[in-house]
């Protein structure tokens, strides 16, 4: 099995077929039967820090660890990891994959990166109107537009991925679309218990949820859809 150790992450790839990376105890695969496959790391260096996980489409996965970008891939014998060079020195933060191959990059200083289909270097794309933040996570809804929750504003960007637009004012931490054209944001902040720490997003109508409501006491860390698609959970 794997250790329990620190925070999770997972994702589920085209096969069904789950990964799991867990800080301290590294990457595992789980496919159909129980049966499981661990990654050792890449160049002698154990995968202890997988921050994000996204599916390459092809029943491997993109693998964000500390400043490194990793392939992980099928090869003629067994998986092949392939390092990825991306600009600067900051960590992977978000990883996500438009419809045409692209995957977008977001790092903990505010950068964001594209690497096209079977490229082999990432290039940074400038976050135009705005001033650098955080970037805390990184969505594509399902018109293919770009949603960065940072540290200081929550920013969509439009293809073909020019100027940002700001959508909301304040200290975000993760944001999800759990049906077409409703967004759902989370907040870092709630000291004095007087601010929402959830945001719903319809209809360019914004409705903020938190300690007022009797709902939430504390800042927003992740948030799931559940499968109605009506319901979401903090």
Request: net charge neutral; with cysteine.
């Amino acid at each position: 099995g794997l250790a329990v150790n620190g925070s999770t992450v997972a994702m589920v790839d085209r096969e069904n077929s789950l990964w799991i990376a867990q800080a301290g105890a590294g990457l595992v695969r789980l496919i159909g039967g129980g049966s499981w496959t661990k990654f050792p790391g890449i160049d002698g260096v154990a995968f202890d820090r997988i921050e994000v996980i996204e599916t390459d489409g092809q029943g491997g996965a993109w693998l964000g660890s500390g400043h490194k970008l990793i392939h992980a891939r099928r090869a003629a014998k067994g998986w092949a990891m392939e390092p990825i060079s991306l600009p600067g020195e900051s960590e992977v933060n978000g990883l996500t994959r438009d419809p045409g191959g692209r995957l977008w990059i977001a790092t903990l200083m505010g950068t964001l990166m594209k690497l096209e289909p079977g490229a082999v270097n990432a290039t940074a794309v400038p976050i135009l109107g705005h001033r650098t933040a955080n970037i805390h996570h990184l969505m594509l809804d399902s018109s293919r537009r770009l949603w960065l929750a940072r540290s200081s504003d929550v920013l969509r960007i439009d293809p073909p991925y020019g100027q940002a637009v700001n959508v909301l004012d304040v200290r975000s931490t993760w944001s999800a679309e759990c049906a077409a054209g409703e967004y759902w944001i989370g907040a870092g902040t709630n000291e004095d218990r007087k601010l929402p720490t959830l945001y719903r997003i319809k209809d360019g109508q914004v409705q903020g949820f938190g300690f007022a409501n009797g709902l939430l006491d504390g800042p927003v860390r992740s948030i799931a859809c559940a499968p109605d698609g009506e319901h979401v959970v903090t």
